[in-house]
Structure formats: C-alpha cells, structure tokens
C-alpha cells in the first residue's frame, strides 16, 4: 500500500524542518530581560508589545530609530517564525 502524496509532503516539510533546526529546546527560552521562569510565561505576542512600547520611548528620546519601527515591529513580525524560512530568507531580514 502506498502513502498518499499529503502524507509523504508533510513528511518531507517535516524533515526538512527538521534539518533547519536540528536542536530546539525543549519549550525553555533563554533571555536577556527576564528569568527563566519568567521568560518561559511570556508569549510571542507579549514580548512584542513589549518590544513596541520601547522602540516608541526610544523614539522620543532619539527619532532616529524610527525607520527600525516597522521592520522590527511591524504587524507582520510577531506571527514571523525564523524556523519555518531558509537560511537565505532569514540572512536577508538580518539585513
């Protein structure tokens, strides 16, 4: 019996997936700003309202900054996964 052809692509997203990032820790997130426990409470969408509120008070305080508001805070790049994109995509945001 053969595999349907779903299967044996999410199979190969999965793999490939897989390879990209060949070790993820498990469900634990490393920070800067916070503790572990604290940083492991946190989701995507806090984090970046609260990246959204500091890049407006930097702003203020030197407007510069604000070309980077977009980029780095834009809609777009809280639901934007760096393991799901290839290491060229993910090299062209770095700019």
Do not use: W
């Not at 349907?4 to 997936?17: E, I, N, Y």
């Not at 790049?77 to 060229?88: F, G, P």
């Amino acid at each position: 019996m053969t595999k349907p052809k779903a299967v044996t692509s999410l199979q190969q997203q999965l793999s490939a997936l897989e390879a990209r990032a060949p070790h993820i820790p498990s469900k634990q997130k490393v920070s800067l700003l916070f503790d572990k426990k604290t940083a492991n409470q946190l989701d995507y969408s806090t984090l970046h309202a609260l990246g959204e509120e500091g890049i407006e008070e930097l702003i203020t305080i030197e407007p510069r900054f604000t070309p980077y508001k977009t980029s780095l805070f834009g809609a777009s790049t809280v639901e934007y996964d760096r393991l799901l994109h290839t290491n060229a995509e993910n090299a062209a945001l770095n700019g």
